[in-house]
């Protein structure tokens, strides 16, 4: 019996999602960055939503998650936070408001929860900005750690290829995996990462992994709502599964809609007061 079955509307919370683990359940997480698709997202009985500072991509239109601000995340997390009854809300830190030092960190990770109530906050990367967690965690604020694939660093990569495939970046994962376990962070995301890796990762550490291009042996999964729905359709990895073409759908619709006013059939009479 899954969780959304045998508790109903009770609020997921960390230590659910660390029995989760502990009983082998499968954790779902979905991004949404609005109240009308994340109470959508939330009444279908996901796990977990994130507040991904991919609402940079599908939401603005930028080609990185670099542009998007703190206010903006704040905006984005408070309109999911009033539409979600009981999925665990994560926020993404944006970039440029965690990395310079770790009082910064801590006042974006306070200003989030604060302003838009939600649950917790992620951060990408590891050795490097475990100041800033524990500086969070200290706080009270639940932190989700990143590793692999990370976005905001997508300059000093220069690429969006697979990470970790040489044995001393894998090491280096496993070891920022330790770290972040050791903080105190309460889940990790592995993204774009070899399976097997991230299958070692999940098994060592005994907080919740969750994968995104990591393979199956991990504890649970994510993607981004607006590419797994067919809403964004020129992005293509091999790690996303399409589940519907909402694109097409809405052409469709919008171009009937069009047809009709041009045409005066809408609104007809029993349309109109």
Do not use: W
Request: with cysteine.
């Amino acid at each position: 019996m899954s969780v959304h079955q045998s508790t109903h509307l009770k609020r997921i919370t960390t230590h659910i999602l660390q029995e989760m683990k502990k009983r082998h359940e499968k954790i779902s997480m979905l991004t949404a960055y609005d109240f009308s698709m994340a109470g959508i997202v939330d009444a279908a009985g996901i796990d977990m939503i994130l507040v991904g500072d991919s609402a940079s991509n599908v939401m603005a239109g930028h080609e990185t998650t670099l542009p998007i601000t703190l206010d903006q995340m704040i905006y984005h997390a408070t309109a999911v936070v009033r539409a979600v009854e009981r999925a665990l809300v994560v926020v993404d830190i944006p970039f440029g408001s965690y990395q310079g030092n770790s009082s910064e960190a801590l006042r974006s990770a306070i200003r989030i929860m604060k302003e838009s109530g939600a649950h917790a906050v992620k951060v990408e990367g590891g050795a490097e900005i475990k100041e800033s967690v524990v500086r969070i965690l200290s706080a009270g604020v639940p932190v989700m750690g990143h590793l692999g694939l990370t976005p905001q660093s997508i300059y000093k990569f220069g690429t969006y290829t697979v990470r970790a495939r040489e044995k001393e970046e894998a090491g280096k994962l496993l070891e920022d995996a330790k770290i972040l376990e050791e903080c105190g962070c309460f889940a990790l995301v592995l993204e774009k990462i070899p399976a097997k890796l991230a299958k070692k990762v999940a098994e060592t550490i005994s907080i919740p992994v969750i994968g995104i291009g990591a393979g199956q042996d991990v504890d649970g999964q994510v993607l981004v709502l607006h590419d797994m729905l067919g809403i964004t359709q020129e992005f293509q990895p091999r790690f996303l599964r399409q589940y519907a073409d909402i694109r097409s759908t809405m052409l469709e619709a919008v171009g009937n809609y069009i047809q009709d006013v041009k045409s005066g059939d809408f609104p007809n009479e029993k349309e109109s007061y």
